[in-house]
C-alpha cells in the first residue's frame, strides 16, 4: 500500500507532482528507487536528489600539512546543529583530521582504536566518548578519505563545515588547486573522467535516455541518435574535467588544466549529513507517549 509519507518523500526527492508520485509508486508496489527512474524515463523528474535528504547535524573539516604533500577530510555527525557550532567539538574534529593524516588508519575502526595524537594514554574512541558524555549528544565519526603525493594536496572548507573538499593535483599550484576545490564544492562533480564513471551508471542513464527519447514519439533509431546527444550532458554534469570552470564558464575544467599544464589526480567531497536520513520528530505524539 502506498502511504502519504512515500508520496511526500518521492515528491521531495524528485519535485515532481502529487499526483504523478502517487501514480509511479502503485505501479512499482512502492519501490522509491524504481519509482524514480519511472518518474526520470517520463520526463517528469530530472534526477533523484539526494541532497533533500540531509538531515544529519555535525561538521565537514580537513588538514593538509604545512608541506601539502598529505591532507585529509573527515566527517563527524552530531545530533543538532548547536553542537556543530560548539568550539569544544571543533577542535576535536580538528584533532581527528590531524591524527587521520599523521597516523594513517586504514578505516573508522582502525582509527577509533589509535593512540590519540593529543593524548597517548588515551584511544580516539576513548577520547570520542568523552566528548560524548561532556557534549551530552551522540557522536560519530562518519568518513574520511586521505591523500599523500609528491605533487599538492589543497582543501576547502564551505558554509563554516557544511561541505569539505580535498583535492591532489600534479604540475600545478596553490592558486589553481584552490580554485579547483571551489569548483568541486560548487558543481558537485560525482567522477574525475568520463572513464572514471562505472559502466552500470552510464548503461542506466542511457537507458532513461532512450525511454525519454521513444516517450517523446521518436522512432528507435532516431531515439538512439539523441541518446548520443543528450549523453554528452550527462558527462558534462558529473564529471568534474568537462565541467564548465565556475570562475569562467566559457572555459572548461579541462582545457583550465590544459593551459596550466596540471592534472588532477583525484579529489574528495564530503557534504555534511549526504544520505543520511534524519527522523522526523513529532513532539505532540512524544508528549502523549509520555503522559499515557
Known amino acids: 500500500m502506498v502511504s502519504a509519507t512515500m508520496v511526500k518523500d518521492l515528491r521531495e ?49 580537513a588538514y593538509v ?12 555527525n552530531s545530533e543538532t546543529d548547536f553542537v556543530g557550532k560548539n568550539e569544544e567539538f571543533r577542535t576535536f574534529a580538528a584533532d581527528i583530521a590531524e591524527q587521520i593524516a599523521k597516523k594513517v588508519p586504514s578505516s573508522i575502526e ?32 562518519r568518513r574520511f578519505e586521505r591523500f599523500e603525493t609528491d605533487g599538492l594536496v589543497e582543501k576547502y572548507i564551505h558554509g563554516d563545515g557544511k561541505i569539505g573538499v580535498l ?19 560548487a558543481a558537485k562533480p560525482e567522477y574525475l573522467d568520463r572513464a572514471s564513471v562505472p559502466a552500470q551508471r552510464l548503461e542506466k542513464e542511457m537507458e532513461i535516455l532512450k525511454v525519454q527519447a521513444m516517450n517523446e514519439g521518436k522512432p528507435a533509431e532516431i531515439a538512439e541518435k539523441m541518446v548520443q546527444g543528450r549523453i554528452g550532458k550527462f558527462y558534462a554534469e558529473i564529471c568534474l574535467v568537462e565541467q ?14 590544459e593551459a596550466k599544464g596540471a592534472k588532477i589526480v583525484r579529489f574528495a567531497r564530503f557534504e555534511k549529513g549526504e544520505g543520511i536520513e534524519k527522523k522526523e520528530e513529532n513532539f505532540a505524539e512524544e508528549v502523549m507517549n509520555q503522559l499515557k
Request: aromatic share 0%; proline share 1%; hydrophobic share 40%.
Open 65 to 76: 600539512t604545512e608541506n601539502a604533500k598529505i591532507g585529509s577530510v573527515v566527517e563527524i
Open 13 to 61: 526527492k524528485t519535485g515532481a507532482g502529487m499526483m504523478d508520485c502517487k501514480k509511479v509508486l502503485t505501479e512499482t508496489n512502492g519501490d522509491m528507487e524504481k519509482a524514480i527512474e519511472l518518474l526520470r524515463e517520463r520526463g517528469i523528474a530530472k534526477a533523484a536528489k539526494k541532497s533533500d535528504r540531509i538531515a544529519a547535524e555535525g561538521i565537514v573539516t
Open 244 to 257: 564548465d570552470f565556475v570562475k569562467d564558464p566559457d572555459m572548461k575544467i579541462s582545457k583550465l588544466l
Open 167 to 185: 583535492v591532489e593535483l600534479q604540475n600545478g599550484n596553490s592558486e589553481l588547486a584552490k580554485d579547483i576545490c571551489m569548483q568541486i564544492a
Open 110 to 141: 582502525d582509527l577509533l582504536a589509535q593512540k590519540s595524537i593529543k593524548d597517548d594514554s588515551k584511544t580516539v574512541e576513548q577520547v570520542l566518548t568523552e566528548k560524548i558524555a561532556t557534549i551530552g549528544e551522540k557522536l560519530t565519526i
